[in-house]
Every structure is written in C-alpha cells, then in structure tokens.
C-alpha cells in the first residue's frame, strides 16, 4: 500500500474525480475526509465511501471560516494532515460578452480565490515532507469559445502550483497539478451536456474516448505517495492525447 497511515484531505471529494480520489487513497492505506458545498453531494459521498474510515463534511471552499472548522475537525479526529488535494471547482460559461460580473466573480471565487485558500488555511495542520495536489485542467493549453474565466481560473492554478512548490521547499512539502481532460462525471450533467455532445467530444481525442474519474486518481495516489517523491512544481497532463497529438489520429 502506497499510501498506509498517511492522512488526506480532499476537496470537493464528494462528487467525480474528487470522489474516485478518495476511494483510491483508502485503497492504499490513507486515513481520508472529503467535503464538498451541498449536503446532497455529502449524502451521495456516504453511500459510496465506507463511514468508518472516511470523514464525510459539509463545506464551502469560498468561505475562510468554514475550511478553519473542516481542517480543525479533520486534526482533532486524524491528526495532522500529510495529503491535500484542491480539487473544488465549478464549470460554468463565460462568453464575453454576456457575463456579468456576480457570475465571474462565483467562478473565480470557487476555483481560484477558493483553492488559494484551502491550501493557505491548511498550511498550519500540514505535516512537514506532505504533498499538495491540485486539479487544474487542459483547458489552460489552449483557447475555446464560451469558457474564458473558467480557463483562466484554471490557468492561475498552475501558476500557484508552481509558486507554493517554491515557498514550500524549505518545509519538502511538494507541490504538484494535474491537468485532466474530458473525464466523465457529473459535471457535464451540471451544464447540461448531453450523451451526443459526449460522442462528439470522444471523436475529437486521440484515444477516441473520455477518461475515468479513476484514471485521476491513479495520478494522484502517484503524487501524493513517495513514488513521485522528485516532482514539484510541475503538472501532470491526463488527456488521451488531446493536447500533445494532432489530428489526423
Ligand atoms: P463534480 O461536479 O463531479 O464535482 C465537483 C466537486 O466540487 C463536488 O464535490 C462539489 O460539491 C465541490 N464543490 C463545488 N463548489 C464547491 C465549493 N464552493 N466548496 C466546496 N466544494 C465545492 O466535478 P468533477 O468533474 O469531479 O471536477 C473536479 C475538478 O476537476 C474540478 O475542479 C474541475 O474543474 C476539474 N476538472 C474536471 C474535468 C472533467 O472533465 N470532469 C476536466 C478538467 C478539470
């Protein structure tokens, strides 16, 4: 087991990759609490992890107070935290023209102000040689229609990765991204992408298919384990091929 008696946080691991994440770190040993916004998605999360090795909260990562009671209830029950994975986010669309600035502010509050936060709030409960995983996207390698706060949401969190790596050397803490592809959870649901957008999506990647929540998490019990124990600062691209090979494929 890669991960035994090292303890993980996750955010948003309620739902989708977050969610794979979890089952993928008790697989290999971790002690592991998720938390994400709605009590619904908390709901959901019970009935797929096991209550007895995971704590299961209700938070949100926008909100200082709420991430202080979330890390303070994690220590209080697990100890200090050795994993912490910034995967909260929302996926809405910003065409430029249209959007007005409550929704540029909800999207760059959950996906940027709010990962900037949970990482700085848990920097107290943070053992030192831990490792800091967060979930950016492709969306950062290139432009697309409708979703430029998204992408630039995204795009600062590699930037972050890279500049917490360099503040976070002295302590070995390691920091390290991972830029997913298409990968199927309920996100796309959220904003109503249907099955034939899918199989239009599929026909456009190399591997001609979306990932798996658990192709994620895969990456992720390889960043946060010893395994990676060399990597900081850098981003790990998990995309079938979407965005290092071009067509014809
Ligand atoms: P999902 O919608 O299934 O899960 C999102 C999770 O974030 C849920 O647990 C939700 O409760 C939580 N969340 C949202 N707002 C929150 C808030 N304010 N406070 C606390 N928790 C909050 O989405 P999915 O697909 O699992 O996405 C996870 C991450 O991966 C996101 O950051 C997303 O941007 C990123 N991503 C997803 C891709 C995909 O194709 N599914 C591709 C690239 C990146």
New binding site residues.
Partial sequence: MKLLAKTAAI??????????IAKEFLAEGAKVA?????QK?SDT?KKELDNNNALIMV?????LH?LDKIYETFCSQYGNLDILVV?????KPSPLLLTDEKSFQEIM???LK?AFFSVQRALPFLNNNGSIIL?????TKQGCVDFSV?NAS?AALISLTQSFAAELLQRHIRVNSI??????????D?VGITEEMIIQVESSIPMKR??K?NE?AKAAVFLASNDSSYMTGADLLIDGGLINISPPF
């Fill in positions: 955010t948003g691991g309620t739902s989708g990759i977050g969610l794979a998720v938390f994400g916004k709605s998605s999360a938070g949100d990562v926008t909100k709420d995967n909260a986010g929302i996926f509050d959950t996906n709010g979930i950016a996207s492709t969306s998204y995204k830029s997913p592809g298409f990968i199927r959870t309920p996100l796309q959220k979306c990932g929540p994620i």
